[in-house]
């Protein structure tokens, strides 16, 4: 459904900034400064919509040039720092520039500059360029990593690791990255009255 008014309030929608300074190509705002409402206009293809409907833990996005496999891997991140506050999530490429190519450039064309937090000195809000970490207001991070680079590879501590042109990264970087996808940041416990834990429930796959 593409929205023409805001769905909270009923007031217009307009084009929001994105973290690159110009206007969001997917989302929009409301207008009326009481409601803050931001809605993702995002219209997906076929193969788009069933990458992002599917709820395996372990999925990918196949397709050619221009086929929208990149924009779809961004939505699916999003979806996973709006739904979970405090995450952290890799996204490995090979090398920084096809990084930046198939992963950075759409994502800061995209995301809302309001979702992100600052701090003075960043030469884009809410981007650290040393440690190439992305900080949203909610604690989820998103740090953009190289394969090659072993010590930060063995600390991955993640809630979700997104592997960029998988077939250039070896079988063992991704063997070895199935174990870290750790962080309780994504889960959500269930406590009996002694206060043990007695399940939990990943809210974007739904697994117990």
Wanted: aromatic content about 10%; some cysteine; glycine content about 8%.
């Amino acid at each position: 459904m593409k929205f023409t008014t805001c769905p909270k309030c009923k007031s217009e929608l307009r084009k929001t900034i994105s973290l690159k300074g110009s206007n969001s190509p997917t989302w929009l705002e409301c207008s009326n400064q009481f409601c803050g409402a931001m809605i993702d206009n995002f219209q997906p293809y076929n193969m788009q919509y069933n990458f992002l409907k599917d709820d395996h833990k372990i999925k990918g996005a196949f397709g050619g040039y221009g086929s929208g496999k990149s924009l779809a891997v961004i939505k699916d991140v999003q979806k996973h720092i709006f739904i979970t506050p405090n995450a952290y999530i890799a996204v490995i490429g090979d090398t920084y520039p096809l990084i930046e190519r198939n992963f950075k450039k759409d994502f800061d064309e995209d995301m809302p500059v309001k979702f992100v937090k600052g701090t003075s000195g960043q030469k884009m809000l809410g981007y650290n360029t040393k440690e190439k970490i992305y900080t949203m207001k909610n604690g989820a991070q998103v740090q953009l990593i190289t394969a090659d680079d072993a010590k930060k590879l063995r600390g991955i501590n993640a809630t979700k690791i997104v592997l960029l042109e998988a077939s250039n990264i070896v079988f063992d970087v991704f063997d070895n990255l199935k174990s870290r996808t750790r962080n309780n940041a994504a889960s959500i416990f269930k406590y009996d009255e002694k206060g043990n834990v007695i399940m939990t429930l990943d809210p974007q796959t739904g697994e117990v």
